[in-house]
Structures are given as C-alpha cells and as structure tokens.
C-alpha cells in the first residue's frame, strides 16, 4: 500500500512562485501515473496536472497550462508541481494521487478524472495573496 505526503504549500504574494513535492513510500511509483488536484474553498476538487508513467506524457487545466509544470523522479520517488506566475484564484488544498492502473497508456480524458486515482495524499495548503 503506497502513502503519499505532499510538501511546500505556503503564504505566497501574486505573480510568484512555489515547488510543492509528493514523496512516495511503501512501494514505487515508477509503474503508475500521478496526478494533482486541488480544492478550494466551497468548491469540488478539481484537476491540475497528470504525468504518465513513462514520464512520457503530461497534461494539465487549461487556466495552468504554460505556468505549472509537473514532473516526476522515480529514482526519490516522488512527483513534483512547479508553479510560477501564481494567481489568487490559484488558492486551495493541493493533492497528489496515484492512479489505480499500472502502466496505464489512455487519453487525457482518463487522467482528468478523479476516480483514475485510489491513492491520495492529506494535501499542503497554497495560499495566493493579491
């Protein structure tokens, strides 16, 4: 059973820059796609950024795209989101998620969805003041 804890949320000003981390134990993570999602407050968890397991193929939320960046190191075992350019509608509880599937090689449409992923992390708080 894999547990997964993410790092480096934080208070940051608009138009700045965060690296949060999801480290991986139990077991690797080199077989399986991973995922961020986010929630903010009074609204549903949403879809940021998806890494295919090959590392091969990312995609992200349309309103992300060209400002995040997900990435993944299978040998730390971990999966990474850097964020630049950070708006204050950018404010919520960033999660990691691993998908259920190993080896899995679909369309986006998969990796957009929350119940791809069975495994999730408590979240780290990112907090975007204008």
């Known amino acids: 059973q894999v547990q997964l804890v993410e790092s480096g949320g934080d208070l940051v000003q608009a138009g700045g820059s965060l690296r949060l981390s999801c480290a991986a134990s139990?077991?690797?993570?080199?077989?399986?796609?991973m995922a961020w999602f986010r929630q903010a407050p009074g609204k549903e968890r949403e879809f940021v950024a998806a890494i295919s397991w090959t590392g091969g193929s990312t995609y992200y939320l349309d309103s992300v795209k060209g400002r995040f960046t997900i990435s993944r190191d299978n040998h730390r075992n971990t999966v990474d989101l850097q964020m630049m350019s950070l708006k204050t509608e950018d404010t919520a509880v960033y999660y990691c998620?691993?998908?259920?599937?190993?080896?899995?090689?679909?369309?986006?449409?998969?990796?957009?969805?929350?119940?791809?992923?069975?495994?999730w992390g408590q979240g780290t708080q990112v907090t975007v003041s204008s």
């Open positions: 139990g077991r690797t993570i080199r077989n399986y796609a």
């Open positions: 998620a691993t998908d259920t599937l190993p080896q899995s090689l679909y369309s986006r449409a998969y990796y957009v969805r929350e119940s791809t992923y069975d495994t």
